[in-house]
């Protein structure tokens, strides 16, 4: 089993940035895949980035792109999401994920273990 722990969220102003973290625990996962999703108020969960096992390549939804950077620390167990220029639009609370397998995905179905979220509000 994974235990997954967001951190990091909070308050910004539009074109602020913030960097979420993802700790886990119960085991490595640097086999994994993880990837982070978020959910605004009334909307469905959206994929936003993953990285696979060894965090040389990563995929973004194009709304993110060129603006969030997704890496890991295996050696910390943690994963990160530097989110630079934020809208409005990015508010949400964020999820991070793991995936036993080795690539990186954007369908939640793929993942097993969820961290329990944090909140990142950006005002305009």
């Known amino acids: 089993q994974v235990q997954l722990v967001e951190s990091g969220g909070g308050l910004v102003q539009a074109g602020g940035s913030l960097r979420l973290s993802c700790a886990a625990s119960?085991?490595?996962?640097?086999?994994?895949?993880m990837g982070w999703f978020r959910q605004a108020p009334g909307k469905e969960r959206e994929f936003v980035a993953a990285?696979?096992?060894?965090?040389?390549?990563?995929v973004y939804r194009d709304s993110v792109k060129g603006r969030f950077t997704i890496s890991r620390d295996n050696a910390k167990n943690t994963v990160y999401l530097q989110m630079n220029s934020l809208k409005p639009e990015d508010t949400a609370v964020y999820y991070c994920?793991?995936?036993?397998?080795?690539?990186?995905?954007?369908?939640?179905?793929?993942?097993?273990?969820w961290g329990q979220g944090t909140q990142v509000t950006v005002s305009s």
């Open positions: 119960g085991r490595t996962i640097s086999r994994d895949a």
């Open positions: 990285t696979n096992w060894s965090g040389h390549n990563a």
């Open positions: 994920a793991a995936d036993p397998g080795y690539y990186a995905s954007e369908y939640a179905s793929e993942y097993n273990y």
